[in-house]
């Protein structure tokens, strides 16, 4: 698949990561913690891309061992307006393609001022 077919693929699932958020009374302005997750094939894959996001403060990243799969989640602090979230989310894709791993997305808690 072309990187420009992952950045639509991730637009559409962003999209409707926002319809939800929507449909829930969110804030879209307001700051949360977002994670995005990379899937890595072998630990050292996992810590290169954590020390790459790390290093140039991107975001928090942390890897994560799950029965021989590992994970790396990034946690950034950012309100999710649509441009926002989508450039972000662009960004975290090209990441992915640059490291050889893929995205599984992004993911955040509803801000609705309660």
Same mark, same amino acid.
């Given at each position: 698949?072309?990187?420009?077919? @992952?950045?639509?693929?991730?637009?559409? /699932? *962003?999209?409707?990561?926002?319809?939800?958020?929507?449909?829930?009374?969110?804030?879209?302005?307001?700051?949360?913690?977002?994670? !995005?997750? =990379? @899937?890595?094939? $072998? @630990?050292? @894959? /996992? *810590?290169?891309?954590?020390? !790459?996001?790390? *290093? =140039?403060?991107?975001?928090? /990243?942390?890897?994560?061992?799950?029965?021989?799969?590992?994970?790396?989640?990034?946690?950034? *602090?950012?309100?999710v307006?649509?441009?926002?979230?989508?450039?972000? $989310?662009?960004?975290?894709?090209?990441?992915?393609?640059?490291?050889?791993?893929?995205?599984?997305?992004?993911?955040?808690?509803?801000?609705n001022?309660?």
């Amino acid at each position: 698949m072309s990187v420009i077919s @992952k950045l639509m693929e991730a637009t559409e /699932a *962003d999209t409707d990561v926002l319809r939800r958020l929507d449909s829930d009374g969110d804030d879209f302005s307001k700051f949360r913690e977002v994670d !995005f997750t =990379f @899937k890595c094939d $072998s @630990k050292e @894959k /996992a *810590d290169t891309v954590a020390g !790459f996001l790390g *290093d =140039f403060q991107y975001g928090t /990243a942390n890897v994560i061992d799950e029965e021989q799969q590992y994970l790396v989640q990034v946690l950034i *602090d950012m309100p999710v307006t649509q441009n926002i979230l989508l450039c972000v $989310s662009g960004f975290m894709t090209c990441i992915g393609e640059l490291y050889g791993v893929e995205v599984e997305g992004c993911g955040c808690i509803v801000q609705n001022g309660t």
